[in-house]
């Protein structure tokens, strides 16, 4: 048994903890106790969990300690605390969504990531908050309150996985799990200066992700380093038969390419992306096209004409497929109820109370997408635009492995700025939209600070299930700031 | 078999014709539910069959059941569709009975379509699609009247139904007459049946009837159509479609207009009563489900599935006509078939016996069996040979057969003999017919003189001189024989 540790003497990187813990040099339990104790220090503060998970993550750690004693073999996680976003279903515990339509629901099963993430070896510490069902990207639209960003707590952590990328960034745990639906894992990660995935559509199971928009939802890991966020994606993706939309392979292979470098990729610049970044971002991004280029990758400027319409297709498929998704909350089985005197009248109380504004918005938007006489011209039209997206990317793809744009297109911004302007708010999404219209995968990577001293983010696009390239890209830039 | 002339009495009111199409939803007799893993079970206590999926709980996701999908084809290919590369959509509404506030069904692109259903009169009706979706659940409303929803104190659901998978066979508008519309159902039924991918018990509401009903002027545009719902028997579906064409043909001739809406039918006061009109419809919103992804079986599958069909309803009732030289539609043929009983009246007349005797026996005597009757078929052939030698009468052969079904088998000539059937000879038979002319000459005069209903006085004495074991053809003719020698 290894000695009791604290504080400094217990690693940060979760490739770090596991093999520590693996090999009986550091105690699950020891590392547990930290993030704890961050989280008990800081997290009123920044909010970033809506339930912390200590009974259960105790008895866990304990649990896998024994099993280093008992000399079991443990997997890649062994010991490593994991903060879910709070729209992925743990068996008897609260998955919110942070919204009040699901007072009181406890899923009777757990998603497959949780499985596999128990299976691996790691220590869920709690449940992260969101905006509302996923839907935003600030972390503001929350029924139990806002997210803040731990490098300044009157900013924005980002969205919807605010409370991952804050989690992580605060020291409130190694490693996390997002979900992306349209950069609600990238966009906050480049806010708050950690590393996140949005993988390629299918590569991580959906089942037990309680859905905002099927075709574009997607699990992804966020991290301190690229190295912990694919020990993290290798651990949750694969192949599930749950989950029809699954991709038939097994679990991605990355981590064994970090280090191969970018000599000879060819990196694309997209000469027509949409403007609006701000200068501070571009000029990181410039710094990052420069260190692949010093690195040895060729710099191949591309177009991607369609990029630009992502936003507006997006914003009729993805309502328009939640419009459906949250139509289940009714009041019939679970969650809240508002009872009334008729059933279409209970209906229309529960929905009324228990969603919040920004959710109410995009069921009536979908819905109106959807509508008869309207669906050709908004839905139908929307798909039109998503296979025209994805046919230039392939086209672009013929001419460079991997692309590069901003994350967002600005550093984390003043909460409250934003929250009475729709518009404004869905414009974080710009860059970020297209590879969930296409189902490629695109990831956010620290890359130094802009105005304030803020983090700035650059993102990295690739092919589907090309995520090796994509991240040995990554690990080339993070390198570079070393 | 479509293009021999049928039903040459169209069923016509007023003047009007008939065009009726039939929607036809049936549960798969499939071991598990469409989208999930909850066994799919009749009868069991409610909420006993549930699963995440079921319930449409958050995080949920639908997997297809292959056996569905596979009994899918096998209906299609059994009303001669085309099997194509399908989807699913999302059909969306509120109802408590519905978990997910929408239906997963297949919508524009269904999994079979083009086919055909030729009635056992030769009628051919258009099958336009047969596409699989999923059940409700189901809803029990307590207090307030008549089981509806509205005005009743509360709700139960039972969602035990939800998710079980359907496939939905819509007809083309061919259908003319209240009976067509029956046969169609029960040739359905058969056919279901036949393919084993349902039971198809109406009481049970594993097989549901919609009857979408107009009527026009013959040679005219479609009339406006109601859809009439709540058929729970064959017996309803005409009686609920004889009244609606009433109906909706008296409207027209009072100068008033058919309104398109659904309509319930009253068993109890046999009539349709509105349920929704056309403006209160949903819009459902469909759009391609996300969920799951595109069905698109191979030619092998197609080809494996089309080729473990059995022999279907028509084909095993066109093989009894050809053997029986009757016609498909006669009512033996169609009983003895619908009781499964076709097969082996085929092997009696394998084993040598006669098929026509055979099929008269089985439809008057087997009633109580099932298809597989355990009287050997060998028995049954020896006695219709009896019978056509002359050995037996058809009365006295009725008698031995059954004896030989409470036995379960028996030898014919034995079990004669031992009743006294002995055959009598010629010339016992012509002294009997000879005595008759004597005691009876009143109608032997009359019978000479051309009164054939004098004949029934003298085969009478006959028999009941020969205490019934005369062959009455016999007698008849050996009559005629001498009237034309007197």
Not at chain 1, 22 to 34: H, I, K, P
Not at chain 1, 305 to 326: M, Q, R, V
Not at chain 2, 418 to 427: L, N, P, R, T, V
Request: charged share 25%.
């Amino acid at each position: 048994m290894a000695d009791q540790k604290t504080g400094d003497q217990i690693p940060v990187a979760a490739t770090d903890i596991s093999w520590e813990v693996r090999n009986g040099v550091t105690r699950a339990a020891d590392v547990l106790e930290r993030y704890l104790a961050e989280i008990e220090r800081r997290d009123d503060d920044v909010h970033a969990f809506n339930l912390v998970l200590v009974d259960e993550a105790r008895a866990r750690a304990a649990e896998i300690d024994d099993n280093v004693v008992m000399g079991r073999v443990l997997g890649s996680l062994a010991g490593v605390p994991v903060a879910l976003k709070d729209n992925m279903c743990t068996r008897g515990i609260p998955t919110t969504c942070s919204s009040r339509i699901l007072d009181g629901w406890k899923p009777p099963y757990d998603a497959t990531i949780v499985t596999k993430l128990r299976d691996a070896g790691a220590v869920i510490i709690g449940k992260t908050n969101l905006d509302e069902f996923a839907m935003g990207s600030s972390t503001e639209n929350s029924a139990f309150g806002a997210t803040h960003n731990p490098h300044d707590l009157t900013r924005v952590p980002g969205g919807s996985s605010g409370g991952s990328a804050a989690a992580v960034a605060a020291g409130f745990a190694p490693v996390s799990l997002g979900s992306d639906t349209g950069g609600s894992i990238r966009q906050p990660a480049a806010l708050c200066g950690v590393v996140g995935v949005k993988p390629t559509y299918g590569a991580v199971s959906r089942l037990g992700l309680i859905a905002f928009a099927s075709s574009l939802d997607q699990i992804g890991p966020m991290a301190n380093n690229v190295a912990d966020s694919a020990l993290l994606l290798e651990a949750v993706s694969g192949h599930d038969p749950l989950d029809s939309t699954s991709i038939q392979q097994g679990p991605l292979e990355i981590s064994k390419q970090l280090d191969w470098g970018v000599a000879g990729l060819r990196v694309g610049r997209i000469t027509d992306l949409p403007e609006g970044a701000s200068p501070d971002v571009n000029e990181r991004l410039e710094v990052a096209f420069d260190a692949l280029r010093a690195a040895g990758a060729e710099i191949v400027d591309v177009e991607v004409p369609a990029f630009t319409y992502g936003l507006t297709a997006y914003y009729l498929i993805a309502p328009a497929e939640a419009s459906s998704n949250l139509a289940r909350y009714d009041g019939v089985r679970f969650g809240l109820r508002i009872d009334a005197p008729d059933t279409n009248a209970m209906y229309l109380a529960t929905r009324t109370e228990g969603f919040g504004d920004e959710v109410k918005r995009r069921i009536m938007l979908g819905t109106y997408a959807l509508s008869a006489g309207y669906y050709d011209a908004y839905y139908g039209r929307a798909l039109k635009v998503r296979r025209r997206i994805a046919l230039d990317f392939a086209q672009a793809y013929e001419k460079v492995d991997v692309l590069l744009t901003p994350a967002s297109p600005t550093v984390a911004f003043r909460m409250g700025d934003k929250t009475t302007d729709p518009m404004s708010m869905y414009l974080c999404d710009t860059y970020t939209i297209p590879s969930n219209l296409t189902g490629d995968p695109g990831m956010s990577v620290p890359f130094g600070t802009g105005e304030s001293g803020l983090p700035v983010g650059v993102q990295v696009l690739a092919p589907a299930l090309k995520e090796d390239v994509m991240f040995r890209t990554a690990a080339e830039l993070e390198r570079s700031m070393s | 078999m479509s293009d021999r002339p049928v039903d040459a009495e169209l069923w016509t009111l007023r003047g009007y014709e008939l065009v009726v199409g039939l929607e036809v939803h049936v549960e798969l007799l499939t071991r598990t539910k469409l989208f999930s893993g909850s066994p799919n079970h009749f009868g069991d206590a409610p909420n006993t069959n549930i699963d995440p999926v079921s319930l449409g709980l958050p995080g949920a996701l639908p997997v297809l059941n292959r056996q569905a999908v596979e009994l899918a084809m096998r209906l299609g290919l059994a009303l001669n569709c085309t099997i194509q590369r399908s989807t699913f959509a999302r059909k969306n509404y509120f109802y408590p009975d519905m978990p997910k506030a929408y239906q997963i069904s297949q919508y524009d692109e269904p999994i079979s379509v083009d086919g055909w259903l030729d009635l056992p009169s030769g009628f051919r009706v258009g099958i336009e699609r047969g596409h699989l979706e999923e059940d409700t659940g189901k809803s029990t409303h307590i207090g307030g009247s008549g089981g509806r929803i509205h005005g009743s104190d509360h709700s139960l659901i039972d969602f035990n139904r939800a998710g079980v998978p359907l496939v939905e066979i819509v007809s083309r508008p061919d259908i003319r007459t209240p009976e067509q519309a029956k046969s169609y159902v029960s040739e359905l039924r058969a056919i279901l049946i036949a393919v084993g991918a349902s039971d198809a018990k109406m009481e049970e509401g594993s097989m549901r009837v919609d009857a979408n009903v107009s009527v026009r002027l013959p040679g005219a545009e479609l009339g406006t159509r109601c859809e009439i719902k709540n058929l729970n028997s064959i017996r309803s579906v005409g009686r609920a479609i004889e009244y609606e064409a009433q109906r909706q043909v008296g409207m027209i001739d009072a100068g008033e207009n058919i309104r398109q809406e659904t309509r319930h039918w009253d068993e109890n006061d046999g009539r349709t009563h509105t349920l929704r009109s056309k403006e209160d419809a949903d819009d459902y919103r469909y759009f391609q489900e996300p969920d799951l992804v595109v069905v698109d079986p191979d030619a092998g599958w197609i080809a494996q599935v089309r080729s473990s069909l059995p022999v279907l309803p028509a084909a095993r009732r066109q093989r009894l006509a050809d053997l029986t030289a009757l016609q498909p539609d006669a009512e033996a043929v169609l009983v003895v078939t619908e009781r499964g009983q076709d097969e082996y009246v085929l092997s009696v007349a394998q084993a040598g016996g006669d098929a026509g005797r055979a099929l008269v026996h089985v439809k008057e005597a087997f009633a109580e069996q099932g298809d597989d009757p355990l009287v050997p078929a060998a028995d049954l052939a020896k006695l219709t040979n009896l019978e056509i030698d002359g050995a037996l009468t058809a009365t006295q052969a009725k008698q031995v057969l059954a004896e030989i079904v409470a036995g379960n088998g028996g030898d014919a000539a034995a079990i004669a003999a031992s009743k006294g059937f002995e055959a009598m000879d010629d010339s016992e038979l012509e002294s009997m017919v000879d005595d008759a002319i004597s005691s009876q000459a009143d109608a032997w005069m009359k019978f000479c003189a051309g009164d054939g209903k004098a004949m029934g006085a003298l085969v009478g004495a006959v028999m009941k001189a020969s205490k019934g074991q005369a062959d009455g053809k016999a007698v008849t003719a050996i009559l005629n024989e001498r009237r034309e020698n007197s």
